[in-house]
T-cell receptor, first 120, second 109 residues
Framework: ETGVTQSPTHLIKTRGQQVTLRCSSQ?????VSWYQQALGQGPQFIFQYYREEENGRGNFPPRFSGLQFPNYSSELNVNALELDDSALYLC???????????????????FGNGTRLTVT | AQRVTQPEKLLSVFKGAPVELKCNYSYSGSPELFWYVQYSRQRLQLLLR??SRESIKGFTADLNKGETSFHLKKPFAQEEDSAMYYCAYSGGSNYKLTFGKGTLLTVNP
């Protein structure tokens, strides 16, 4: 069983630039979520993708966007980088039924090791 | 807004002592509560979820809707329990987990 893998592990960008982070979900998983973890904070939900569509979004501006591909891998894109975007970005995959009624059947989130983004 | 509060940033106990990591949440609908753990140099992983009602590595957590709490307990702490623990809340299954800020547990020999 292959776990969640993220690339790159570290990245340094300049304010105003754009960045793309990548995530390969665990085998058999159909849902990908992205979280931002600032230093000393818990992970904060950015958005979730299910069946290649955004399935929910946290309190993040539109310059944070994503994609999910047919093989369930995903990208997180951030435009017009700001200094406060410096954080650890976590990808998590799971196997979801897609309904809250059968939510108890959903597998737990499996997290990747994250991408450390530094914006200077 | 959904909120998860972990009042202790740091918690230090001796091996064999009981440990309780506190978690309170703001109520909204039917909550699903989770505890996630991150051991040193490892990825964040699920420890337990309230719906499963199971004990993992000797840890248990009871959902108290009256007190809106989901404290994590273990009667006898082990050195290998030293880790960062996050309480998380969801309005439904895996959707949009709201994490607390975490508690760093250190179990001393």
């Amino acid at each position: 069983e292959t776990g969640v893998t993220q690339s790159p592990t570290h990245l340094i960008k300049t304010r105003g630039q754009q960045v793309t982070l990548r995530c390969s979900s665990q085998s058999g998983h159909n849902t990908v979520s992205w979280y931002q973890q600032a230093l000393g904070q818990g992970p904060q939900f950015i958005f979730q993708y299910y069946r290649e569509e955004e399935n929910g979004r946290g309190n993040f501006p539109p310059r944070f966007s994503g994609l999910q591909f047919p093989n369930y891998s995903s990208e997180l894109n951030v435009n017009a980088l700001e200094l406060d975007d410096s954080a650890l970005y976590l990808c998590a995959s799971s196997r979801n039924t897609g309904t809250s009624f059968f939510g108890w059947l959903d597998s737990p989130l499996h997290f990747g090791n994250g991408t450390r983004l530094t914006v200077t | 807004a959904q909120r998860v509060t972990q009042p202790e940033k740091l918690l230090s106990v001796f091996k064999g002592a009981p440990v309780e990591l506190k978690c309170n949440y703001s109520y909204s609908g039917s909550p699903e509560l989770f505890w996630y753990v991150q051991y040193s140099r490892q990825r964040l992983q699920l420890l337990l979820r309230h719906i499963s009602r199971e004990s993992i590595k000797g840890f248990t957590a009871d959902l108290n809707k009256g007190e809106t709490s989901f404290h994590l307990k273990k009667p006898f702490a082990q050195e290998e329990d030293s880790a960062m623990y996050y309480c998380a809340y969801s309005g439904g299954s895996n959707y949009k987990l709201t994490f607390g800020k975490g508690t760093l547990l250190t179990v001393n020999p």
